[in-house]
Structures are given as C-alpha cells and as structure tokens.
C-alpha cells in the first residue's frame, strides 16, 4: 500500500478531540458544549486557495489530505463516510483492541446504483439535535449533496454550529514531532532568505539591475534547495514548498503589509525602502519570516528600525504561557506610546496570528479584543510593522519585521534567526560618480561614528555597495593609468575635504580649553606621613643612629639630638665615599630646580620655599654605612616598584558579578585554549555564555569571567591559511589574568591534528600515485570548515546574548592585510570594519578606527623599500601607535583602506619625533589648531615640503629623527616613543632633504662628474684610491642633493 498512516498518531490526536469535547467548559472549547456530534467534511479541493480548517484538521489527524470525505465524531465513536478507494486506506485505523472505535461507510458508485451509505451513517449516529462543523467553509461535490440532503431527510436537519475556533485552540499546541517540522521550515525560510533574497537583491543594487518584483519573487521561487544550500542533507525536499510566491516590495509597488500580497509588476526601486517576505511549508506545517531592507538609510530610520528590534525582544519576553493574546497587543502599544509615541499612528491593528497546519489562525488573532490565552507549545507569526512612514524626501514606506516563534514557560523562542541585524539589513551607496556632488558637510562626516559605513560581519564581503575597496581592488588590477590617475586625484580630494573638517572639529573641541593639558590630569602633590607622632616612632631611634624603617617606608635619622623622620619617596637617592679613615654617607632630596630627567615635573606644594637638598654623616663605621647604603637604595627601588605596579593597575577595573544562566545549561564552546595563558599546565577548557557576559573554565578549575558591558570589539578569526580559528574580545578596561592585566583575552583551537601515514594497509594495495595525500587534503579541508563554522556561530551566539544593541561580531578581510612590525616582529596587519588588527600572535594589536585623528605614512621617498605608518589617536595622551617596516609595493593599498575609512593622512620622507611634538601638543592643543593643526604635516603629496621652513621655532620644535634611529625602530620598542633627546644630536637626515628646489638637474650633475673625473686623471688617482675620499669635509653643494632630486623625480 503506498500511503501508510500513522496509526499511533490518529488515535493520540483524535483522543485530543474528545477530549477537548468533554472540556466543554474551559472557555476555548466553549462551542462544543452541547453538542451532540462533530462534522468536518471535505468537498472537492480548490485551486489557489489557502488552506481550510477542515482540510488541516485531517492532516494533522491522518498525514493527509482526504477530500470528498465526512469524518464524523461521536462521543464514542469515529465515523468516515468516503469513496472505496479512500476507504482501503483508512482501514488501517481499524486495529484490534482500538481505543476509539472506528467505522467506515463506503460511498456507491453511480453505476452501482441508489447510495445507502449516507442514510446508514444517519442511522448509525441517531438522534441529532445539535451538530458541530464549519460552516463557513463553502464545500461543494457529491458526497456533500448528499450528506446535507441526509441530514434534512433522516436527522430533522439539526442546529450547525460553528466550531473553528475550538478545532483551532485543539491544534494550536504542537507536540514535539510538530516542533521538528516547524523548525525545519523555519530553518528553511531563513535559509532562503539569506542564501538567496537578500544575497541577490545586493547583487541587484550592486549592479543597478532592472527587474520586476514579480520576476525576482518567481527566480526566488526556483531556489529552494538548489545550489547545496540546504540546512540540512537530511531534510527531505520533496515535503517542502512554497506557502505561496515571495512577496517583493519597494516604492514603485507600494507597500501592503498583509500577508501573500499579490506580487507587482513594476520594476524594483533601487532607492528607499524595499519590503521581503517568505513562507515555506514543510509536511504541512507553515512557516514565516519578513524583512526590511534600507537603501541610503537616514538617521531617523535607523532609529525607527532599532526600536523596531528592541520591541520585537520585548514581545517576546511578553509572549509566555497563560498571557491573553489582548495583552500581548496592548503591551506593544504601551510601549511605542513610553518609547516612541509618534509613531502609534502607524502600527498595525495586530502583531501576529497562530500558526501551524492552517497557515494563519485567525482564532489566535494577537489583536486589542483577542481574549484567548497564549499556551506553552504553540506557534505564532510575530509580526512588528509600521504602514504609511515619511521619510525626508517625502516618499511613503513601511518596516516589517516578522518571525515564526514557539511560546515557551517564561518567554517565546525565535525560530527564524538571521538577517535581521541592523548592519546585515542596510545598505550604503557611495558611487563615485556622487561623491563630487556631495556637500562639504556631508562627505567628511558621513558614517563618523564607525569607520567603514557597512558592517556585515557574518561575511568579510560588506554591504556597502558600489565603491567598496575590496571591489576597488579588483577593478584597479585591470585598469588604465587614466583610471589610477582618477583614483589617486579622487583619494587626494577626499583627503583634502577630511583635513579641513579634522581642523574644524579641532577648534571646536579645544574652544573651551585655553589652559590646554587637552584633559589630561596634571600631577599633584602628594602627601606623606609616616608617623602619626612621637610615640609612633620605632625603639630604635633612641640610640641616635640612622634608622631605616622598612615597615613604614621611612628613614630616620639624627639632627641635632633629634631623630627626623623622612619618607622614602622625599630622598632622590643616597651616595657613600671613603676618604681616609673615616666614610661618609649622604642623602640626597627631591628639591625644584633638579634636573632630574623624566621627572623635572615633579609637583611641590611651595616651590618657592626653602627645601633642604642633602644631609651628610661621617663614621668610621665602615661596614654599618656600608648597610644603611645598601638598605636604603633598595627601600628606595621597593617604593619605586610598587608606584609603577599601582601606575599600571589604574586603569584595572572590578567587574561586577556574572549572573549565570538557569534553568537549562548554557551553550558552551569545549575543547579551546585561552590567551593570556592561565598557570598550570597548558590543557584545553570550554567557553559558555551566561546571561551578562561569558566565561572560561580552565581544567584545573580556574575561571575567567568577562562582562558583556567590558568588551569592546569582538572578533572571529577564521582558520583559512592560518593555524588557528579564534574568537578574540578586546576590552574597554584590563582585568587581572593570573598577576598580569590584560585587555585582550582570546579562545582558540588548533587547526590541524597530527597525521599518520600507515603504509603497508589494505588501501595500498589498490592505491596509486596521490591518493592517500589527497584524502588528507580533503580531510583537512573539511575539518576546517567545520571549526569555521562552529567558531563563527558561537560568536554569532555571544552577541546575540549581548542584546539587540550590545555586541557585534568583526571578521578581518584577508584581501586588504599587509605586513608591518607593530611591536618587534613582523605579522601580518588585517583591517575590520571597525579596527586594525593582528590576533594570530601576542602581543596581539587592535587599533580602533573612529580613534584615530589622524595617520602619517613616513619614510615614503624614492629608492626605500619601506615606509612607516604612524596613529595618532583623537586622546592626545595616548602614545602614537608605530607600525613599521611595512613594504613600498602596499602603499598604494594602504592609502585606499585609509581612504574609505575616512581617516586623514599626510605622507613624507623621514620619520618624525613623536614624543616631543605630542608633548607641545598637549601643552596647548588649541593654540596648536590656531596655528594650522596638522597642515605641518603636508598633504599626502608629501609631508616633508613645509619641515624646511627658515622658522628656526618650529624647526627646532618638530625635529626630525636621525637615520640610525630609523633603522633601529623596528628593533627596540623604547626608541619608537623616546623623549627626543636623541633628535637633536642628528640633524642631517631631514637637512639635506628639505630644500629640494635648490639641486642641479641631472645634466648639471653629469657634467660635474665628468669634470670631477678628469681632474681624478690629470692629478693620477683612481676611483679605488683612499685619497680620493674627502677628510671631514662637507659634501660637494651638488652631491648632497642627489637623493632628494632623485624623489623629486619619481
């Protein structure tokens, strides 16, 4: 037999009926009270309509549609009246020792003659006064003639009475077979929806095509599971269907936000607003999922789409067991009215309906007068939207944001995940073509609060659509000179717009502070007691000899019969020299007027009081000075060392406690090892991810606890070329791992395990050549992908427990990585949306972009195979960020990434001592700005054409490096934030380069040379000859200028 019922299942659900029948008096089942049997027939089946009640209740009681068929329930027992050959089927039900009894009347043919099968079934049932059905449903077919001509002949024609509601409330809670098919056509229709709709209407944007909303919703139609993009290999495609065609909108078709809209003809708009809707049907069950998709957002949309999110989360949380369906509405309007009162106007009359084997369920209405509780187990169609919204221009849209959830015990559970993000749903233009056309305000500032204006971070491939650089990249590999002319003039434009507005913003940020510092605390005067009085003073001082007090950091000493506390930290240091028979021992003071170094900043209370600056003690006491020396230098290092740990810990915050997850486990990452490293043995741990923040368990029990509100940026690293996959959280403030701070705390696992190749097995025998090399290959591969996508989708998890606004996961773009020595090491630099980073080996670097003011590219001459990439961030009192040694063949590169992440930069040929300019910086930044800001800097033609000015303040102020400090940045990191005082000791590297319109020609020089060369002759020295050497004279006038008109003409 080819259809096989589901005996099992008949009777649980049929049992559900009469169950519910005799439950006559809760208020869902309220129309079956009174009721002496329950009809649901079936007619012939319409083309093109949905689905009626009568045909769901079948199928979710035998599998199957059975039209032309009467199913009648009495109370103890369950009729079919159908044609013979539905009737071979459903003589399955009839099982021995049935808990319902079952009988079945067989419809005649016409050719056999009078049909007694109504009539004995009227018989069979008895006395009928009242009868439940569905009348609104208009059946039509013989078997329904002939029922209804029964009923009036032989039943007295009884009472109908409409039972669709309670047939609904019967079906509404799914059992765990259901769930399983609902979250298969969940699955598939967030599949569909971001594999295919939303990957193609990018596609569209990106390309300006033309196409009409009914010819896209129809090739989208022909998508589901092809291309391998199936969930799941085990779901069977054969059960899965389109509810009905993919609703496209934009502003050509209009908005209309009820469900199966009929599909326009116009072309898609690739402006405004643009509106997609999905519904996938899997064994009869019923899924939905609908979203909006921006094109040039505004600011008040991306507003109205956020709160869009945060109400769906709180409706959610509302959405439980026993809540009335009226509540759910009416807290939905409490809170537009709390949070966003102008737009109530717009909200549709209902957030949703119940679903299941009838698509929509219009008895589970979540409306104003719905009073119809919401049960644990069912499922809904949660539907936020707004119809009917202006947007600057004037044009009419509307947002929709809808999902397929599952009512739980405290809050309802999302089902169709995935592309809902705000920076997945929007899209930003910058075509070139506009970008000359854009106003001055506008185009600096565009998108300043994050660097890069798309932010897709499930894919390294962005929404920004048009001039993106990855496609940049591409397109320039294949372009003209005419065109890398275009770029290059278009970047130097651009550069010019964000210098002009960093200078702006800098004026208006310092306007205020004329005392400068820019907010940096300056140092104060400390105070130090060491002893609350004379009775605090240790036993010792009675023998009137020098005291060091290591308990109270004090040294006591005698002056005059009186022993004279000092605290450590007022002595500078202590001196001992031997004369003759006796040793002197001397104590030195902090006093003003020291030059001390580092610290000739050092605060006093009253710097103009009289300070003492040194004691001096004579003994013949050798031995005894020679310790009280000792003693008192390592007092003197123990206090130093403990200011520098309480200096490095300042910025160590507690975090609070983190709340852990109950009630279910929590969705743990296992197998992974953490960095900083925890002490012990080096064994792998888990992650999980708790209602606040996420925590690592070590093996030995240790834990480290991180905070959602603590992390910053949150990156995953996937494994391709590399390694190891990683997840990486760089945090606001540092927290203590072991005994160091950290602001960096990363998870990761290896990519690779060990490989063994046995020779000698049963596969070598029938093996040739490569094959068991290119098992492993493949073996490797498919381990990869499998760590990305589970190290991925746990990301994707802890910013999906952040919260709708919390975190957002950052993956690095491999196409735009270049190398550099940010540290001591060259490593590869990979740019994100928001950041610059290398995660792959500590010290791990992560650069935030909207940090940073501005970007010097030194060392960028003619001839030099590197150049040098300096930050400079908006905090002045950061130290600038030194990456170098990165090679000449990135610069172009380099400069594009800088370019479309709007960061301003100035480009020249030596590097710049950093430590003294930001110090004069920050003396007074306002006065800075006043004097031209970073223009000292030149534009990105070179930055070195304004150093060579005859002013000998600013040349003595922003003094240029010498070579040797050059060439030895990358191996030390102090000399990269030195003080400067081995600047002034060098001066011929930036000298000999500044003044490049006073060199020869290249002919001059020829010339000269030639010249020089007969001269070489007539006086009978060759060009090996040491004399030939000049001896500590300065260069010819022409030879020193070779190198800076050699970059003169690149």
Known sequence: MSVQLNVQQFYTRASQVLSAWNSHKLTEFEALAGLDALQIIAGDPGDDEMLRKSTALQTWLLGYEFPLTLMVFAKEKIYFLCSSSKAKILHQLEIPKAPIPIQIFIMAKAKDGPNEAPKQLAEALGSVKRLGGLPKEQQTGKIVDDWNKTLEEHLGKPEIVDIAAAIGSIMAIKDEEELKNVRTAAHLSSTLMTHQLASKLELILDRQSTISHESFAKQLETRLGSEGKEPDMRVDFSSAELTYLPVIQSRNSGYDLRVAAEPSTEPLAHKGVILGTISIRYKGYSAHVSRTFYVDPSKEQEGIYSFVLSLQAELLSKLRDGTPAKDVYAHAISYIKQKKPELEKYFTKNVGFGMGIEYRDSSYLLSAKNTRQVKAGMIFNLSIGFSDLEDKDGNKYAVLVSDTVKVGQEKAVCLTEGTKATDEVMFFFQDESNSKSKSKSDS?????????????????????????????????????????????????????????????????????????????????????????????????????????????????????????????NTIKNVSKLDEGEFTYLRINFQSPGQLTGRKEDTPFEDPDATFIRSLSYRSADTVHFDDLAKQITELKKEANKREQEKKALADVVEQAELVEIKGRRPTKLPEVFVRPALDGKRLPGEVEIHSNGIRYLGAGGQKIDILYSNIKHLFFAPCDNEMLVIIHCHLKSPIIIGKRKSKDVQFYREASDVQFDETGNRKRKYRYGDEDEIELEQNERKRRQQLNKEFKHFAEKIAEASGPEGLEVDI????????????????????????????????????????????????????????????????????????NSIPTKQLDSVKEWLDSVEIPMAEGPVNLNWGQIMKTINENPLEFFREGGWSFLGGTGGGSDKSGSDDSDSESEFENESDDDVSSSSDSEESDFNDGSDASDDEGSGSELDDDDSGDDWDTLEKKAAKSDSKARESGRGHDSDSDRPKKKAPAKGSGKVPAKANGRR
């Not at 929404?463 to 003209?480: E, I, P």
């Open 812 to 883: 690095p773009f491999r196409e735009l990585e270049f190398e550099g020595v940010p540290f001591r090491t060259n490593v590869k630099l990979q740019p994100t949306t928001d950041c610059l980073v290398h995660l792959f080996d500590p010290p791990f670097l992560v650069v935030t972009l909207s940090e940073i003011e501005i970007a010097s590219l030194e060392r960028v001459q003619f001839g030099l195979k590197q150049f040098d990439l300096i930050f400079i961030f908006n905090d002045f009192s950061r130290t600038p960020q030194h990456i």
């Open 444 to 568: 600096p500032s565009k998108n300043k609060s994050k660097p890069a204006s798309a932010k897709k971070n499930a894919s390294p491939n962005g929404k920004m659509v048009g001039s993106k650089v990855l496609r940049n990249k591409t397109r320039q590999q294949s372009a003209d000179q005419d065109a890398s002319a275009s770029t290059l003039a278009r970047i130097a434009a651009h550069q010019k717009e964000l210098h002009a507005q960093r200078q702006a913003d800098g004026l208006d940020r310092f306007a205020d502070d004329e005392g400068g510092n820019d907010g940096k605390e300056r140092k104060t005067w400390k105070r130090f007691q060491s002893y609350k009085g004379d009775a605090a003073l240790p036993k010792e001082v009675d023998s009137m000899r020098i005291h060091v007090d290591r308990r109270n950091m004090t040294i006591v000493v005698p002056v005059h019969g009186f022993a004279v506390p000092f605290h450590i």
